[in-house]
């Protein structure tokens, strides 16, 4: 069974940079087929798609957080990583990596599994 | 503001018919599959429906799911107190290169 957790300090000072990582276990980040992503939820509100990568490291960002997102992946440790800079206190939200499916030929796009989540909080 | 539009809650009590719906674009919902998320309170979310109409392993046949042009619903019978959650759709979009999520039905079960 396919598991992600995520890491990452919970209390980060604004203007500073958010880090995160996801960890894979149960399967290989290098599989076919799939993206990994990172979802965010500041509390009380909803979803918000922060950005997805390929194992071989090919990336989609949302446009509205792209000046400030990266994301990359360690093959060699079945990991994916979120840095976020510049961040206020609107940044304060539980952060969810997700295994992303993709099927092109079907225009088949889904979130299968995720992690349980992490609360950041932006705070000096 | 989402691409994709929900309504901000949605009611019915035990054992009748719920349907929830998402609003898109032909970026979106005109040209990708659409996706159901359930998130319980204080959990994370979980996939519902895919490929606007599938249900993964476990989820029960009670959950459908539709789409039309650039229109999805999501289909609750014989509702239960357990599926008091949000509810979210999700569809790829061509111009985001990314899956937006809808702004999320808080269902309540009355």
């Known amino acids: 069974q396919l598991q992600l957790q995520e890491s990452g300090p919970g209390l980060v000072k604004p203007s500073e940079t958010l880090s995160l990582t996801c960890t894979v276990s149960g399967g290989s980040i290098s599989s076919s087929s799939y993206y990994w992503g990172w979802i965010r939820q500041p509390p009380g509100k909803g979803l918000e798609w922060i950005g997805s990568?390929?194992?071989?490291?090919?990336?989609y960002y949302n446009p509205s957080l792209k000046s400030r997102v990266t994301i990359s992946v360690d093959t060699s440790k079945n990991q994916f990583s979120l840095k976020l800079s510049s961040v206020t206190a609107a940044d304060t939200a539980v952060y969810y990596c997700?295994?992303?499916?993709?099927?092109?030929?079907?225009?088949?796009?889904?979130?299968?599994?995720w992690g349980q989540g992490t609360l950041v909080t932006v705070s000096s | 503001q989402s691409v994709l539009t929900q309504p901000p809650s949605a009611s019915g009590t035990p054992g009748q018919r719920v349907t929830i719906s998402c609003s898109g674009s032909s970026s979106n919902i005109g040209s990708n599959t659409v996706n159901w998320y359930q998130q319980l309170p204080g959990t994370a979310p979980k996939l519902l429906i895919y490929?606007?109409?599938q249900r993964p392993s476990g989820v029960p046949d009670r959950f459908s799911g539709s789409k039309s042009g650039t229109s999805a619903s999501l289909a609750i019978s014989g509702l239960q107190s357990e599926d008091e959650a949000d509810y979210y759709c999700?569809?790829?979009?061509?111009?985001?290169?990314?899956?937006?999520f809808g702004g999320g039905t808080k269902l309540t079960v009355l």
């Open positions: 990568i390929y194992y071989s490291g090919s990336t």
């Open positions: 997700a295994r992303l499916v993709v099927w092109i030929a079907v225009a088949e796009y889904y979130f299968d599994y």
């Open positions: 490929s606007n109409n």
């Open positions: 999700a569809a790829w979009d061509d111009s985001l290169n990314g899956p937006p």
